[in-house]
């Protein structure tokens, strides 16, 4: 049983993820404002944030900041509507572990609250993301395997972080066109495959299996 805590300004919203997350097995608070949720980190101690970003009072990224500073530990996945690369990219270098898009599946919400539990809290910088061999620096955008760094674009960078992210699982084309490209539908669109290939041809040996009629897995050892 883990303790969360639902940061979400739509009182019906929260009162869904709250409901939902408890029927998971989970203790969960719930608050709707930046200065309430930092208010609650600061008094209890929670296993994971399920935290949105555009809060009255202050924003999601200010909340981050106050909660890494007194737990630099702190687990935080963040549930938006505001999906760009440019804010995915900002929650990570701030020390998000997850960043989930809306409108989100329930089932995937509850497997990376899961995921996310099972993931042990290091309180290492959040800099950088390592799996085996490979070395993902989330402020440089590169990664560093078998000596060589390897420059990456933008979708290059967050499809390569989110498989890292879930390595040992496989993350299937839908789940990867909206976490990436923030497409809610779009199944027949080939940009995944195009990705993926272009950082097979970066990188010094193979680091992305492909699971036929399913979709891709991080496989660096």
């Not at 539990?117 to 061999?133: D, I």
Request: with cysteine; glycine share 10%; charged share 25%.
């Amino acid at each position: 049983m883990a303790r969360l805590l639902v940061v979400e300004d739509e009182a019906w919203l929260r009162a869904y993820l709250t409901r939902t997350l408890e029927a998971d097995g989970h203790v969960v608070d719930g608050t709707g404002s930046g200065p309430d949720a930092v208010h609650h980190l600061r008094d209890g101690e929670f296993d994971l944030v399920v935290l949105d970003l555009m809060l009255p009072g202050f924003d999601g990224f200010e909340v981050m900041r106050r909660a890494f500073d007194r737990r630099p530990d702190q687990r935080v996945l963040v549930l938006s509507a505001v999906v760009d690369v440019a804010t995915r990219v900002r929650c990570l270098r701030i020390g998000a572990v997850d960043f989930l898009g809306k409108p989100f599946a329930t089932a995937e919400l509850v497997e990376r609250v899961r995921t996310r539990l099972r993931t042990p809290a290091t309180g290492v910088s959040q800099r950088w993301l390592r799996v085996g061999e490979a070395t993902l620096d989330l402020e440089r955008q590169a990664l560093s395997m078998g000596g060589k760094d390897v420059p990456l674009s933008h979708r290059e960078f967050m499809l390569l972080g989110h498989l890292m992210r879930r390595a040992g699982e496989v993350c299937s084309r839908r789940e990867l066109l909206a976490s990436v490209w923030g497409y809610a539908d779009g199944p027949g669109s080939n940009v995944v495959g195009a990705t993926v290939r272009r950082i097979r041809g970066k990188v010094p040996r193979p680091v992305i299996e492909t699971v036929r009629n399913v979709g891709y897995a991080f496989s660096a050892g």
